[in-house]
């Protein structure tokens, strides 16, 4: 099976170390994964802000970059939705019969990490150790939009050592939105708040979800707030051995 | 130009670019009903008492003395009772005025009633719904909405299990009124409360014809 | 829509005040997971909402596709049942139709059944400069009216209110006309809900003419339908001697038997009950039953306008159900104020910048003021997927003037995206600058470090690792798996 890994933009940029997770736990689970060197972002920051007109490039640049592979592994979900829902969209208004095919063929392949893991690879325990304290929060997208459902929680209960903690309110928002959290920082900003009470009202060590951009708000609040609690991607704890913890 | 003609205009206007509606009928893969025909009374009980009414099950024998009972209980001394009730509804009914319709109560005269006494068309189990159609044993609409008390003779026969079963019984032209529980308002804090402006106690008396 | 809109603030600085008011916080998030929690007990109980909320859907698709059709079946079979139809392009003609009708009856005074179409054509107001006093029935639209207030939520315009809070205004306010709140009036809402009984009482008993909105219009039969709870609706609709509707053109359902989609769907998605209390319908006038002098106004009002946008078209299929504000947490902390129009939340930020155009600093902010969570969606029982209107419409925003800093940011970003090695350029930047990225940023930054840490740039990105690691043909230089 050919995988490919689209990291998206966030996570090659600013977390690194969440694709290196994907890699390691691909490769340990067996899956031989490649990296296309020629991709680089899905365009939903321009589509959800107004500027999807922009974005017939990238999404040209994305069926062409993961064209024939098996699948297209990546782990985030709301990125993974961008392509899933709205890539046909774009195709479709730039009236390009042969990007709208290509984009067709593509779609299909495209799963999110926990998706890939447990449809495809047919495995919920992925041989991973991580002796802490977790809370997951679901995010919008991943559970709206991705449909995952209870993968990352099923997979997150079978690592070996983690103590899986509820979230209450887990199915709201966190108010990150992309450029939601600039445009409207009060409203983003309170919806942040309460989402990081309840999580760190859990006792968990660490928050865990399956999409670096709520991550980076909810993290960057708790940090600013030092209330010990550390965000961590769903890949790095699946990835997580004694070996090597993450 | 007409607004009627700009109105319209500006429809097909909109439209314009529309695709065409397809010819096949709507998908109505929705079921028909939820529950199964012999629960459907019980249903109907369980979900009216839930909404806060007064039930009771009553044999078609029983009904004069169950009406007779349920406005003694109640205090009433006058009671309207709509064009078209049986008589053996209120044959043991004493001591209290019933007040008929014709020539047409005024206003006051209902403020002033303690209550009415209806038969009903249908009802529906699931919702827990009686519904009104101004026929005989109804009367107008302002007969079961002006007094405080509403006593609501329902028939086994008449009792359908959703919403899409009862519509079928319902004659449209008709003024209908769907009434489930008595009066009631979720306006604060979006907690249901029983008792508004309509009738602030419904008491339901279903026969098992 | 209401004067009393014109002029508010852009949704983020509305919002602003409203996230800092801790009372009102608490009483918009008592109330909304409060219904959150029976809207979910009652939908669970229908096993086949998926499919009920399709037919709901189809069915408004169907009519809107064929409204001139529906309406124009409508107007026949009302007028042949004794009733009168007038048609309003706009919120001023209807206006007028109402109030010459009122003037008609020589009436001055009329009762009103809660309707959101003649809040949004400031109905009351054009009624009060007419010299003719509107009497709001709705206990919430009551609590609204008494205070002075603007209507906060489509189906509980009183929602930013908590029990301690009516109570008050009951005190204060019910002397004005009426019988008066009792002097020992607690803030019990069954206590609150019999003063109001008591208060508008005779107003019902006495009223000649009501106004009306209505929840759907039925073209074959010309049946109007009002679904309430009070019993306040039914005053008004039973026993005046005048009854005038006014009901926008995208009410209309086909059938008599529609009507079994929409009668479950509504109710289950509004207060969360089986059933409301009290629907009421009618078909032109009933001999000795009801109102004998019956109008129907149809309003547009801006509707055409919605229908004719191929995206924004499904706004139309709005059953005013308002679950959609009830799970949006964007709502929840915002409070409806700060979206500076009778429709708030999710459903107002599509519907209201449809309506009335984005050329207003409010309006061109409400498709902004969204996550984007996909939470009204969800729950939506005509299946608007409120998200694409949202996005649909900031792209009409974004052809604006006032936008072209951030369209040159995000052209600069797409030119980045566009070639790997502009990326890999941008990312080695960040790394090797990232001790000099302050804490807080000034600027539009700020809108992010003001509550939050931004994450440090890592030294090297996936793809430089990737490279370093796996070299250019992807093949693992060491096993360390």
């Excluded at chain 1, 031989?32 to 972002?41: G, L, M, S, W």
């Excluded at chain 2, 014709?102 to 719904?129: F, K, M, N, Y």
Aim: proline content about 6%; some cysteine; glycine content about 8%.
């Amino acid at each position: 099976m050919r995988v490919a890994l689209f990291i998206t933009c966030v996570n090659d940029t600013l977390y690194p170390r969440t694709g290196q997770a994907v890699v390691r736990l691909l490769e340990r689970l067996g899956c031989t994964v490649d990296f296309p060197v020629e991709q680089t972002c899905c365009g939903q920051m321009h589509w959800n802000t107004g500027y999807g007109t922009q974005i017939e490039p990238l999404v040209r640049r994305f069926a062409d970059t993961f064209a024939g592979y098996d699948a297209v592994v990546t782990p985030s979900g709301s990125c993974g939705a961008m392509i899933r829902d709205n890539h046909p969209k774009a195709a479709a208004r730039a009236e390009d019969r042969a990007l709208a095919d290509d984009v067709a063929a593509v779609v299909p392949t495209v799963y999110d990490l926990s998706e890939f893991l447990v449809d495809v690879l047919g495995v919920t325990d992925v041989g991973a150790y991580f002796p802490h304290k977790v809370t997951y929060h679901p995010t919008c997208h991943s559970m709206r939009l991705m449909k995952l459902g209870d993968r990352p929680t099923t997979l997150l209960r079978n690592v070996r050592g983690l103590e899986l903690l509820e979230l209450p309110g887990a199915d709201e928002c966190c108010g990150f939105g992309g450029t939601f959290a600039v445009k409207n920082p009060d409203v983003s900003a309170a919806m942040g708040a309460d989402k990081v009470r309840n999580a760190a009202g859990t006792g968990a060590e660490v928050l865990c979800a399956a999409d670096n951009s709520c991550l980076m708000h909810l993290g960057g609040m708790m940090d600013r707030q030092r209330t010990g609690v550390r965000t961590l991607h769903l890949a790095e704890i699946l990835a997580s051995t004694e070996e090597l913890p993450a | 130009m007409t607004s009627r003609a700009t109105v319209l205009g500006r429809i097909r206007a909109a439209l314009a670019d529309a695709p065409a509606d397809t010819a096949a009928p709507l998908d109505r893969t929705y079921r028909r009903r939820h529950t199964d025909a012999d629960n459907t009374l019980p249903l109907l009980v369980e979900n009216l008492r839930d909404y806060r009414a007064i039930v009771h099950e009553v044999t078609p024998d029983q009904l004069p003395s169950a009406i007779a009972d349920a406005l003694r209980r109640r205090g009433c001394t006058r009671v309207v009772v709509p064009a078209g009730t049986p008589e053996t509804w209120t044959a043991d009914v004493s001591g209290i005025e019933l007040l008929g319709d014709t020539p047409p109560l005024t206003v006051d005269q209902l403020a002033a009633a303690d209550g009415t006494i209806t038969g009903s068309a249908v009802a529906i189990a699931e919702t827990g719904t009686i519904v009104l159609d101004a026929g005989p044993a109804q009367g107008r609409r302002a007969l079961t909405l002006v007094p405080d008390y509403h006593l609501c003779v329902v028939h086994a026969a008449d009792v359908h299990a959703s919403v899409p079963d009862a519509l079928g019984h319902l004659d449209p032209t008709r003024p209908l009124t769907w009434i489930s529980g008595p009066s009631a308002t979720s306006d604060i804090e979006l907690n249901r409360v029983e008792g508004v402006h309509g009738p602030r106690t419904l008491e339901v008396l279903v026969v098992r014809d | 829509m209401t004067g009393t809109f014109l002029g508010m603030p852009p949704f983020p600085e509305a919002a602003h005040d409203a996230v800092n008011n801790a009372q009102l916080r608490h009483n918009l998030r008592k109330a909304t997971h409060t219904i959150r929690g029976k809207r979910a007990a009652v939908v669970d109980e229908l096993d086949d909402w998926p499919q009920l909320r399709a037919a709901g859907k189809a069915i408004k698709d169907h009519t809107l596709r064929h409204l001139d059709r529906y309406l124009i079946q409508v107007e026949e079979a009302v007028t042949a049942a004794g009733g009168h139809v007038h048609w309003a392009a706009d919120a001023d003609e209807a206006n007028r139709i109402v109030t010459d009708l009122v003037r008609a009856t020589g009436e001055r005074d009329v009762v009103k059944v809660k309707s959101m179409a003649t809040q949004e054509i400031g109905l009351n107001e054009a009624l009060a400069d007419a010299g003719i006093r509107a009497y709001e029935t709705d206990l919430a639209e009551l609590i609204v009216q008494l205070g002075d207030d603007r209507p906060s939520h489509i189906l509980v315009p009183a929602i930013h209110r908590n029990r301690s809070e009516i109570r008050e205004i009951f005190l204060r306010e019910m002397a004005e006309w009426g019988e008066p709140a009792p002097a020992d009036l607690t803030d019990e809402p069954r206590v609150l809900a019999e003063a109001a009984r008591r208060h508008l009482r005779e107003r019902f008993l006495s009223a000649k003419v009501a106004v009306s909105g209505a929840n759907f219009m039925v073209a074959e039969t010309g049946t109007l339908v009002v679904v309430e709870s009070e019993g306040n609706g039914r005053m008004c609709l039973t026993l005046p001697e005048t009854l005038i509707s006014v009901v926008g053109i995208e009410k209309v359902v086909p059938t008599w038997a529609d009507l079994e989609v929409f009668l479950q769907l509504l109710p289950r998605s509004s207060t969360g009950e089986r059933m409301n209390p009290y629907t009421s319908t009618w078909t032109g006038v009933t001999p000795g039953d009801g109102p004998q002098d019956f109008h129907l106004v149809l309003l547009d009002n801006g509707r055409t306008h919605v229908l004719a946008d191929e995206v924004g078209r499904q706004t139309l299929r709005c059953i005013r159900c308002s679950a959609c504000l009830n799970v949006c947490p964007v709502y929840e902390r915002a409070g409806g104020h700060a979206y500076g129009s009778v429709y708030p939340g999710p459903i107002g930020a599509i519907l209201t910048p449809q309506l009335r155009g984005t050329a207003s600093a409010l309006d061109a902010s409400l498709p902004y003021a969204s996550s984007l969570c996909g939470a009204c969606y969800d729950v939506c029982p005509v299946a608007i997927d409120i998200p694409e209107v949202l996005v649909h419409l900031r792209e009409q925003v974004t052809e604006q003037p006032g936008h072209r800093a951030e369209r040159a940011a995000m052209k600069a970003a797409g030119w980045v995206f566009a070639d790997p090695s502009r990326l890999s350029r941008v990312q080695r930047l960040a790394g090797h600058t990232r001790r000099l990225i302050p804490k807080r940023l000034p600027g539009p930054g700020a809108a992010w470090t003001d509550t939050r840490n931004i994450p440090e740039p890592p030294a090297q990105s996936f793809r430089d690792w990737w490279a370093q690691e796996r070299g250019s043909d992807g093949s693992p230089r060491r096993d360390d798996a």
